[in-house]
């Protein structure tokens, strides 16, 4: 398997860097990266109404916040 651009991003996310869900049951939420695991997945803080959550999630469904995501760049 080789390396994409988007392997690049996740794997190089440092903590602390704001991300968008972009897939899934947290679709729109806007998390804090806390860490990269090695299963292809983010590890995100989310902040809800009583405190925060962190949540391990496929790396593929996130993009860092205030990104424009690679489907918005394809031609009509």
């Known amino acids: ?6 392997d690049f991003e996740w794997r190089s996310l ?3 860097t704001p991300i968008v869900v972009e897939d899934g049951p947290l679709y729109g939420v ?3 990266v806390l860490g990269v695991d090695g299963d292809d997945r983010v590890i995100v803080s989310v ?3 009583r405190g ?3 949540f391990a999630i496929d790396a593929a469904a996130v ?3 205030g990104l424009v995501p690679a489907s918005a ?3 009509h």
């Open 73 to 75: 760049l394809r031609a």
């Open 14 to 16: 440092e903590p602390g």
């Open 63 to 65: 993009r860092v916040d």
């Open 30 to 32: 806007r998390g804090t």
């Open 52 to 54: 925060a959550m962190a």
């Open 47 to 49: 902040l809800l109404l």
């Open 1 to 6: 398997m080789t390396a994409t651009d988007s």
